[in-house]
């Protein structure tokens, strides 16, 4: 019995051991000229952020990335380039969640027994009743918990440059918003889970919110990150 419980335990452990993956929705919109301007130069769009600010500069290298994969080419030069694109990131306030979840039960199932007899020298019968405690799952139980989850957010925003030096006007050209929520307020550990997932619909329209599953052992999040397989 004891060994038996020992498995189930083991069995109960080994399946309910999370595993690591990142959930991000993707909402990406595009006009008609997406599809003709490629070059770009990358902006930090949020207000009082400098260019060379380091964690700009690492996420941008993210998000160039992503970019070449979808045949975008990064300049240096305001007049080479048709596209600005700025980018916006960020962590929201923590938020506590309560959930429940079912466990199974171990406990008494039942009673066998067995009988076992003998005859003495005097020649009389004598037996014996023997009765075990059979053990097993008797049910289902209802337990709760909480945990933390943090917002996450990225934002590529393409605007017309072209249109911007000849009449001064923003003309939108095509945005792509992430967002995610999970237990790590690491933005710089789930950054790159949430450009890999923008990549597919990058300048594009999908036409409706995208849910995207990454592993956390996801090669193509080792790319963005620029690292080998």
């Known amino acids: 019995m004891i ?13 309910c051991a999370p ?5 991000s929705s993707v909402d990406a919109i595009s006009g008609p000229k997406a599809e003709s301007m490629k070059t770009y130069v990358l902006l930090p769009g949020i207000e009082g952020l400098a260019s060379n600010d380091l964690q700009f500069l690492e ?6 990335r992503a970019l070449a994969d979808r045949g975008f080419m990064r300049t240096n030069s305001f007049e080479e380039a048709s596209l600005a694109i700025f980018l916006v990131y960020g962590i929201g306030n923590p938020q506590t969640i309560q ?3 079912s466990l199974p039960v171990w406990g008494q199932t039942g009673v066998t027994s067995s009988t076992s007899g003998r005859i003495d020298v005097f020649g009389n019968y004598q037996s014996t009743t023997t009765e075990t405690p059979t053990y097993g799952l008797t049910g289902l139980g209802t337990a709760t918990g909480t945990r933390t989850a943090h917002f996450r957010f990225m934002l590529l925003e393409a605007l017309d440059l072209d249109m911007y030096r000849k009449s001064a006007e923003v003309e939108q050209v095509w945005k792509t918003e992430v967002v995610s929520s999970g237990s790590s307020d690491d933005l710089r ?6 450009v890999t997932a923008a990549v597919p619909y990058l300048g594009r329209n999908p036409g409706q919110k995208v849910r995207v599953v990454l ?12 690292l080998p397989d």
Request: hydrophobic share 50%; charged share 20%; no cysteine.
């Open 19 to 23: 595993r690591l993956r990142f959930l």
């Open 189 to 194: 550990l789930v950054f790159p889970y949430m």
């Open 3 to 15: 060994r038996l419980m020992l498995i189930l335990s083991l069995v109960v452990m080994s399946g």
């Open 59 to 64: 996420y941008a290298e993210y998000v160039d």
């Open 215 to 226: 592993p956390g052992d996801d090669p193509a999040v080792q790319a963005i990150r620029g």
């Open 99 to 101: 959930y429940s979840y």
